[in-house]
Structure formats: C-alpha cells, structure tokens
C-alpha cells in the first residue's frame, strides 16, 4: 500500500504477513545460496583470481610494465603515465586496475589468472585477453 505519510512518517507501508514473507525468503537465501559449501568454495576461488588480478597489474602499473594489460587498457594506462610523468598516483591507478579487471568476464579472468601464476599451460601467442 502507497502513501504520503505512512506509519513512522514512511511513504511505504508493509504488511506484517509481507514483512514475514520478506524474512523468510531472505533466511531461505542464506541457508540455501550463501552459506552453501559448493558455493562459498567457488567464490573464495573468485576473490583470490580477482585479488591476484589486482596485485599483480597494479605492480605492472607501478613498474611501468603496461604490456601485461589487456590491450583495451595498456594504452589507457601508457596515457595516463605520460600525463602524469611517469607515475601514475595510486587513486588513478587503483581505477585503472579495477576497470580492466572489471571489465573481463569470468572464463578471460580466469586464464589471466592462470597465466599470471603459471597454473596452466598456453601458448606464448595466445592474447592476453580476447
């Protein structure tokens, strides 16, 4: 139900049996999707691809190895170190990183990753993201 003023002066008013709905649904949530085990073990494979992501070209980016960048970024990032001549401050390169990171989806996220830390085998001429 809408109104101009509900009660505790909010403009939406909830039914208790809605509210009770909501409660529910958010347990069901918890207990089946988050605290699942097959999942938390996934996305704690995720944070850490994601984490060593963002170490390892944040570090290219410091060391001015901007080859290591997929090719949509390498270029951004050789501009804003010309700009700023030659070092790229940390908030800058921090939303560099996380953009080009971002911007990969799982499976070219994944095989960066795999490059990076030498866990799969590939060829030299593979790019580094398609």
Same mark, same amino acid.
């Given at each position: 139900?809408?109104?101009p003023?509900?009660?505790?002066?909010?403009?939406?008013?909830?039914?208790?049996?809605?509210?009770?709905?909501?409660?529910?649904?958010k347990?069901?949530?918890?207990?089946?999707?988050?605290?699942?085990?097959?999942l938390?073990?996934?996305?704690h494979?995720?944070?850490?691809?994601?984490?060593?992501?963002?170490?390892?070209?944040?570090?290219?980016?410091?060391?001015?190895?901007?080859?290591?960048?997929?090719?949509?970024?390498?270029?951004?990032?050789?501009?804003?170190?010309?700009?700023?001549?030659? !070092?790229?401050?940390?908030? =800058?390169?921090? *939303?560099?990183? /996380?953009? #080009?990171?971002? &911007?990969?989806t %799982? !499976?070219?996220?994944?095989? =960066?990753?795999? *490059?990076?830390? /030498?866990? #799969?085998?590939? &060829?030299?001429? %593979?790019?580094?993201?398609?």
């Amino acid at each position: 139900l809408r109104s101009p003023q509900g009660a505790n002066g909010k403009a939406l008013v909830i039914s208790d049996e809605m509210l009770t709905q909501v409660e529910l649904l958010k347990e069901m949530i918890w207990c089946y999707v988050i605290y699942n085990p097959s999942l938390a073990g996934h996305q704690h494979g995720q944070r850490k691809v994601i984490q060593t992501l963002f170490q390892v070209l944040n570090e290219a980016c410091i060391a001015r190895r901007f080859y290591l960048f997929p090719a949509a970024f390498k270029d951004r990032a050789e501009e804003l170190a010309e700009f700023s001549n030659g !070092q790229i401050s940390a908030p =800058l390169r921090a *939303r560099l990183v /996380a953009d #080009a990171v971002s &911007s990969m989806t %799982d !499976q070219q996220a994944l095989r =960066l990753y795999q *490059r990076f830390t /030498a866990s #799969a085998q590939g &060829s030299v001429l %593979d790019p580094i993201v398609v």
